[in-house]
Each structure stands twice: as C-alpha cells, then as structure tokens.
C-alpha cells in the first residue's frame, strides 16, 4: 500500500506570495490532519480534515488554511508569506477505526526569501 | 491549554547502556503516541498508549503511560547506534483529533 504522498518536496518563495501544498494520504485514510516544523518552535498542529470538514484547527493565523477533496487528498495554503513561514510542512493521514496511528509524509520544505 | 514537555532535550549514551526518555503533559488526555525522527526524514509511528498503565514494547525499546501522573516514559535497553534519532511524544486532547508535541529528544549513541 502506498504511502502518504506530499508535493512539492521543495518550494522556494518569496514574502508576500503564496503557496499551496498538497498531501494524498494512504487509500482508505479520510483523515487528513497538517503540521508546521522548525527548529524553533518544533511540530505544531496546523488542522485536521475529516470527510471535506475541518475539525481540529490550531492556533496559527488566518493566513494559513486548508481543505479536503472528497477523494480525501487535502491542499493547504499559506497567503502572504512570511519570512517565518519557512519550515517543513508535515501532513498526516489515518484510518478512522483501531489504534488511530497517523502516518506521515515526507514534507514539503518551503523556504520563504 | 496543553502543553507537552520531553526531557532531557539531548541524550549522548554509549552502546550497550540504557536510559529513559520522559514525557510530562499538563491536561487529561486519552491517547498518547511516541514517534522517531531521522535527520531530514519524516515521523515514524512507534507506540500509541491508550490507556493507564499500558506498555508497549519493540525491539529495544519499551513505551509505558500514567496517566494519573500525565506521564509517559520511553526506555530504552542496550542502546545500539541504529537507535540515534529524534524521538517525539505527541497527546491528543480529550475527545479531539488535535496533537500536542513534546520539544523531542535528540538521541546519540555512540560506538
């Protein structure tokens, strides 16, 4: 079974642009859930997606948002970026049922100029 | 708010010792999960703690939760190289599928 997927790998932009990123999860997943990594404030919990509805949001600005597709694949976007927004940006599916391990993609490493 | 706080930050251990990696979360939480991180890779699942007193085990490594004391432990038994990464504890708050991270403990074993 496939992985969870996420694209770009790597994306180079500059402030004030914005970007999409995108995160296929694991077939049968419909749980999407995304994060932000850096060194300094370590993995912080974006939101997560279930069924096209955001459930779960964190406390990060209006500038980032997201949604889910009704094939589960989930695209979150940051407006007006800012030079802080640099990170990697981890999704994570999971299967709705038993132990609810969420499995993680590779990232999507966006640099902000 | 929750917070989630791992210590000790940085572990330096030589082979063949063991040690333990703690977990302390600050609000009632029902599920909690330890990850491991290889440099520029992403998170892999390693136990997920569903109850009091639950421990899990693989390999070398040994996950226990109490919950009464909003604390997990992560040890770890005759360390070998191949166990240097990030390791992280993460908590889902009460009835929700929002995740709290500890900082991770970066692991070193050395040869």
């Known amino acids: 079974k496939a992985g969870v997927t996420q694209t770009p790998r790597y994306l180079i932009k500059t402030r004030g642009q914005q970007v999409t990123l995108s995160c296929s999860p694991i077939s049968g997943h419909r749980s999407v859930s995304w994060y932000q990594q850096t060194p300094g404030q370590g993995l912080q919990f974006l939101f997560e997606?279930?069924?096209?509805?955001?459930?779960n949001k964190g406390n990060f600005p209006g500038r980032f948002s997201g949604r889910q597709f009704s094939n589960s694949r989930s695209e979150m976007n940051v407006s007006t970026l800012e030079l802080g927004d640099s990170a990697l940006y981890l999704c994570a599916s999971r299967l709705t049922s038993g132990t609810d391990t969420q499995y993680f993609g590779p990232g999507t490493r966006l640099t902000v100029l | 708010e929750l917070k989630v706080e791992q210590n000790p930050l940085f572990l330096s251990m030589q082979e063949g010792k063991n040690y333990t990696i703690y977990c302390n979360y600050s609000?009632?939480?029902?599920?909690l999960y330890w990850y491991r991180q290889d440099p520029g890779k992403s998170l892999e699942s390693l136990f997920v703690?569903?109850?009091?007193?639950a421990v899990k085990q693989e390999g070398r490594l040994m996950a226990s939760l109490d919950t009464k004391a909003r604390l997990s432990t992560l040890h770890i038994t005759a360390a070998v190289h191949d166990l240097s990464a990030t390791y992280f504890c993460a908590v889902a708050l009460s009835g929700t599928y929002k995740y709290i991270f500890g900082t991770g403990t970066r692991l070193k074993v050395l040869a």
């Open positions: 997606y279930f069924s096209e509805t955001q459930r």
């Open positions: 703690l569903l109850s009091n007193g």
């Open positions: 609000t009632t939480s029902d599920r």
